[in-house]
């Protein structure tokens, strides 16, 4: 393999820019050419594929976001259009693809394999981490320390007004945000989607608390449970009295400049990725497990079903009472 493309998909991460210096650099270093493919599928089907070097990656480590842009491209679910991604990689003599993206990215990369031999390697990067084959994605760590500076923040103000307050964050139908922020922030209650959401128990344990003289008191909230000011609605209807204030993170926790960890992370799956092309192999998806990179087949990968860590979620409760 002589020339190899990377893209970014899906909602961005923190660490995507790190990762796309990553493999440039590394294949570039290794002999390939690398071309950069500008807002995911779209700029496949479209064309919008130019070449990379590494000085098209200089100062963007420390970034969020991703310099090749990203979309959402609904048309990639249709054969049609996969096809003419698959046929302007071919103009361009480009056999090996790198996509970073979500597990949505990954259907895309899977089809673009299996139907029509393009050699790609998912690298998982989302914030939510929802994918089941990987401990860990790229923007989940950065993320996580950003809701808790939020967490930190509103404890302060809270404090001051013996205030509930219930912070909304992302990750779809995952609650390792919320897990992972909540344990980290001292949070009193974490409500996930993985989990049923006992509104009564919520009541009773905030009324608990109220009692012993807790003068502030954070649930951190997973959206794919509901929205915040559901959830408000819900605790005065079952009887909290007092000040319920609300608070949705929203997209600041996609922003930022990324942690250590995931630009270690970055520069780890960048590695496999272009080890694996170097190889001739496509079709993986790389990823951590135990502190080890990996690498799953693709279509593996996305059947495995994901297991919520229930120790951990059993841990925070036990800390927040
Ligand atoms: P993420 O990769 O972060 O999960 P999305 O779910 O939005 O983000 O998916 C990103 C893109 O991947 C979609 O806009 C689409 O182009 C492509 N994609 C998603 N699902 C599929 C699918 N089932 N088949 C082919 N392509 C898909
Ligand atoms: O997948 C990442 C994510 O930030 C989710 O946590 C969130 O639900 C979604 O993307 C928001 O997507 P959009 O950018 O389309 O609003």
Redesign the pocket.
């Known amino acids: 393999m002589k020339k190899i493309a990377v893209l970014t ?3 961005d991460a923190p660490g995507m820019n790190a990762c796309v210096r990553a493999v440039t650099r590394y294949a570039i270093n290794s002999g390939l050419e690398v071309y950069g493919v500008e807002r ?2 779209t700029g496949l089907v479209n064309n919008k594929i130019f070449q990379m070097n590494k000085r098209s990656v200089s100062d963007i480590i420390q970034r969020g976001g991703t310099i090749l842009k990203t979309s ?3 048309e ?2 249709e054969k049609e259009y996969i096809q003419i991604a698959a046929d302007n990689l071919d103009a361009y003599e480009i056999e090996g693809l790198v996509v970073i ?5 990954y ?2 990369a899977k ?1 673009l394999y299996e139907m029509f031999g393009v050699k790609v390697i998912g690298i998982p990067g ?1 914030i939510d981490n929802d994918l089941a084959y990987t401990d860990y994605t790229l923007g989940f760590d950065t993320t996580v320390n950003t809701v808790l500076s939020a967490i930190n923040n509103l404890r302060d103000t809270m404090t001051s007004h013996d205030r509930v307050c219930i912070i909304e964050v992302m990750g779809r139908k995952c609650g390792d945000i919320a897990l992972y922020a909540g344990i980290g922030g001292g949070a009193e209650s974490i409500l996930v989607p993985e989990l049923e959401c006992n509104i009564p128990a919520l009541v009773r344990k905030i009324k608990v608390n109220q009692r012993i003289g807790k003068t502030s008191d954070i649930i951190v909230l997973a959206e794919g449970v509901m929205k915040a000011e559901e959830l408000k609605q819900q605790l005065k209807d079952g009887g909290v009295t007092g000040s319920i204030k609300t608070t949705t993170l929203g997209y600041i926790q996609r922003g930022g400049t990324p942690s250590m960890q995931d630009r270690l992370l970055a520069a780890q799956f960048a590695k496999k990725a272009v080890d694996l092309l170097l190889q001739d192999i496509g079709g993986k998806v790389v990823g951590i497990r135990d502190n080890h990179i990996i690498a799953d087949d693709i279509a593996e990968a996305l059947a495995r079903e994901r297991v919520f860590n229930k120790e951990l979620y059993d841990e925070a409760v036990t800390l927040g009472l």
């Not at 993206?101 to 990215?105: E, K, N, Q, R």
């Open positions: 998909s899906g909602g995911g599928y959402r491209c609904p990639f679910k993206g979500g597990d949505g990215s259907r895309g089809d989302t």
